[in-house]
């Protein structure tokens, strides 16, 4: 009797030691049924579909081309709610899956989002406001974009409604359209796009406001790529360009935020200095700023490999371009021991192109070690 009743108990503790097993197929088939139709007509218990919380059946091609031809039929009718609905329904599906996004993208969905963009930007943007912000922010999640989806994204309307947004006063919306724009500008070749942003009104005082009033990390990362890229188009539109940049007070914007700006900002901030240092109205502003020469040389060799090219960079173009008689940017630049750094940077190597911009900024620099002892009050521990 002992042994039966031991026997019972070590059954009982096996049972409950056996590993729940995941139901699937026909064992989902139980209590409270949901059927899947219209994709496949499977029926499935709502409870383990729960459980499961990941899509059962992925996305699939047949799908994707069917409501890519809905979509062009809204955007030919101009129907708004039916396309956000089925927009959100694209939004939805790439939220589930890496796998869904692919399917997505593969079978040419973001060419028809972008299509439609454009298509709703062409009329009244506030009563298509909606449809646009859903379009949008479904299209941030299929990056990068490429193709066709440029094109229809690049035209005057699509940007122009990009700018509309960027000036609201809705976060998500300017977030969504400063990246939006990131993306479109790192791939425009020709420089069109460039060009169409910044002739827009409005344009580069969004961009400017981003920057002086931050929204998030990856609004203000995203708004210094879309700036560079701006600065750094053709020579004629540079000059005015970076004039009203620096009028704004982009200048010290950026030699603040450079002070304790992360790795991936700092970079960024120091390629938008860097091209505005490539102006006379540029070089002229950032060396009537107490903390430019500090900050710049600070950062070589302090953030990484690319800040310090970017640094060495803005330094030789402060200094070899100096106007002054008293040769100011020289002396400033001695102040806070860039002469030192510049020496162990050439010790431990650095690009050809950075090497040589060190090596003339330190023959210069010689020249001037009479006139000041060179000390590193400013920078101690750098």
């Known amino acids: 009797m002992i042994r039966s009743w031991r026997r019972l108990r070590a059954g009982r503790h096996a049972r409950k030691e056996q590993p729940a097993r995941r139901e699937t197929g026909a064992s989902l088939i139980e209590k409270d049924p949901v059927t899947t139709t219209p994709r496949n007509g499977i029926t499935y218990d709502r409870v383990n579909i729960l459980i499961e919380n990941e899509r059962i059946i992925p996305v699939c091609s047949v799908e994707v081309l069917e409501i890519n031809s809905k979509i062009k039929t809204a955007c030919e009718t101009q129907d708004q709610v039916g396309c956000k609905d089925l927009v959100a329904k694209i939004k939805e599906w790439a939220k589930e899956s890496e796998s869904n996004k692919s399917c997505i993208v593969d079978n040419a969905a973001v060419s028809v989002l972008a299509a439609a963009f454009e298509s709703f930007s062409k009329t009244c943007l506030v009563e298509n406001v909606s449809v646009l912000e859903e379009i949008l922010s479904t299209l941030i999640l299929l990056f990068p974009l490429e193709g066709e989806a440029l094109t229809h994204l690049g035209s005057a309307s699509s940007m122009g409604c990009m700018i509309w947004f960027l000036n609201s006063g809705d976060l998500s919306r300017r977030r969504n359209a400063v990246l939006l724009l990131t ?151 001695l102040q806070v021991g860039a002469f030192q750094k510049l020496l162990v940077l050439l010790q431990v190597g650095c690009a050809e192109r950075t090497k040589e911009k060190a090596s003339e900024v330190l023959k210069l620099m010689n020249l001037h070690r009479d006139r000041l002892e060179c000390v590193d009050g400013w920078t101690k521990g750098l």
């Open 183 to 333: 993306e479109l500008v790192s791939s425009d070749s020709d420089q069109r796009k460039v060009n169409v942003l910044s002739e827009n009104e409005g344009a580069i005082e969004a961009l400017f406001k981003l920057i002086e009033e931050p929204i998030s990390p990856t609004a203000t990362k995203a708004a210094l790529v879309v700036i560079y890229h701006t600065i750094a188009s053709s020579a004629s539109v540079n000059e005015k360009l970076i004039q009203k940049f620096v009028d704004m007070g982009l200048v010290s914007l950026l030699l603040e935020m450079l002070v304790d700006a992360q790795r991936s900002v700092c970079e960024k901030a120091l390629s938008v200095l860097d091209g505005i240092c490539s102006t006379d109205c540029g070089r002229e502003n950032a060396n009537d700023k107490p903390l430019t020469m500090p900050v710049v040389v600070k950062k070589i060799l302090r953030v990484s490999e690319l800040a310090t090219e970017l640094s060495v960079s803005i330094l030789w173009k402060l200094c070899m371009n100096e106007k002054r008689e008293e040769k100011t940017a020289f002396v400033e630049a």
